[in-house]
């Protein structure tokens, strides 16, 4: 195919029940200018790269870029970024929706902006008692990380080829679900400002099964020392060291909510999270509680 306007990345491992809502989505989408899809698929054992095989087949738009020898979604994200032939990519997730007009909002934003994001809606795709357990997402600009920079969303990003090259590419060795706010502390210190395009919006599909929120609330826990004293090498506030200290007491106030499928998701989450910090704080050197 022509070198297309915009190339839409999605890094995939084992998203075999989500990724046809995905792909349809995309490939119903309008714009005048011209765009791909590349499905980036990371070693999955379900059905995940038949799916890919099977849309390429059917849509010359479709295209399946294997991710091997690595795991992680930053190795995966960046494996599908360097295989774009535009200079324009746009990243979003196999488990998520983009809404109508995603394509066209990220395509014709990054003809004038090096970065850009969109709202993340979490009430499309999740029952309600879900996302209270999660809290509201803003919809009318970017989320602030601890209130100081404003933050792409690596699921909902649009980056031009040169700046994500100039920046450095997403890190591929932090450990713990940081890999979004550690590059955007990086676009700040370069002064790369991140816009806001209300079009670019995409439905987030929240984790609903105890283990997974458990397991998920880890990984980001085990972020959180790193990225605060990524946040005072930049000259920027880290949080207070004991911030958490009123999520651990709730750890303990909401066990008796374990009997509802709400108390067991909030339970999940924050308990994953503490734990999850206790980890990084080992594994980073800095102790955050």
């Given at each position: 195919m022509s070198t297309?306007d915009?190339?839409?990345?999605?890094?995939c491992?084992?998203?075999?029940?989500?990724?046809?809502?995905?792909?349809?989505?995309?490939l119903?989408?309008?714009?005048?200018?011209?765009?791909?899809v590349?499905?980036?698929?990371?070693?999955?054992?379900?059905?995940?790269?038949?799916?890919?095989?099977?849309?390429?087949?059917?849509d010359?738009?479709?295209?399946?870029?294997e991710?091997?020898?690595?795991?992680?979604v930053?190795?995966?994200?960046?494996?599908?970024?360097?295989?774009?032939?535009?200079?324009?990519?746009?990243?979003?997730?196999?488990?998520?929706i983009?809404?109508p007009?995603?394509?066209?909002?990220?395509?014709d934003?990054?003809?004038?902006?090096?970065?850009?994001?969109?709202?993340?809606n979490a009430?499309?795709?999740?029952?309600?008692?879900?996302?209270?357990?999660?809290?509201?997402?803003p919809?009318?600009?970017?989320?602030?990380?601890?209130?100081?920079?404003?933050?792409?969303?690596?699921?909902?990003?649009?980056?031009?080829?040169?700046?994500?090259?100039?920046?450095?590419?997403?890190?591929?060795?932090?450990?713990?679900?940081?890999?979004?706010?550690?590059f955007c502390?990086?676009?700040?210190?370069?002064?790369?400002?991140?816009?806001?395009?209300?079009?670019?919006?995409?439905?987030y599909?929240y984790?609903?099964?105890?283990?997974?929120?458990?397991?998920?609330?880890r990984?980001?826990?085990?972020?959180?020392?790193?990225?605060?004293?990524?946040?005072?090498q930049?000259?920027?506030?880290?949080?207070?060291r004991?911030?958490?200290?009123?999520?651990?007491?709730?750890?303990?106030?909401?066990?008796?909510?374990?009997?509802?499928s709400?108390?067991?998701?909030?339970?999940?989450?924050v308990?994953g999270?503490?734990?999850?910090?206790?980890?990084?704080?080992f594994?980073?050197?800095t102790?955050?509680l």
């Open positions: 297309p915009l190339s839409v990345v999605i890094p491992r084992n998203v075999a029940t989500t990724l046809r809502e995905e792909l349809d989505a995309l119903s989408q309008v714009w005048t200018g011209t765009f791909e590349i499905i980036v698929d990371n070693e999955s054992t379900d059905t995940t790269a038949e799916i890919a095989h099977e849309y390429a087949a059917s010359p738009r479709v295209r399946l870029v991710a091997r020898g690595r795991s992680g930053n190795f995966v994200r960046n494996v599908g970024i360097a295989s774009a032939l535009s200079d324009h990519v746009a990243v979003c997730d196999g488990d998520d983009v809404c007009g995603w394509v066209a909002a990220m395509g934003a990054l003809r004038d902006h090096p970065v850009v994001t969109g709202p993340v009430d499309i795709l999740n029952p309600a008692w879900l996302v209270r357990t999660r809290g509201i997402l919809m009318d600009a970017p989320r602030l990380l601890f209130g100081q920079v404003p933050i792409a969303p690596g699921g909902n990003v649009g980056l031009q080829r040169d700046t994500w090259e100039r920046i450095g590419r997403y890190s591929e060795t932090i450990i713990g679900a940081v890999d979004d706010a550690e502390i990086r676009l700040w210190e370069q002064h790369v400002p991140i816009y806001f395009a209300p079009g670019a919006e995409i439905a599909r984790r609903a099964e105890p283990r997974s929120l458990w397991r998920h609330g990984f980001y826990g085990r972020g959180r020392p790193y990225i605060s004293r990524r946040l005072a930049a000259g920027l506030q880290p949080p207070s004991f911030a958490g200290w009123r999520s651990w007491l709730l750890v303990i106030a909401w066990l008796p909510r374990l009997a509802t709400e108390g067991r998701a909030s339970w999940c989450w308990a999270s503490r734990l999850g910090t206790l980890e990084g704080s594994i980073h050197r102790l955050y």
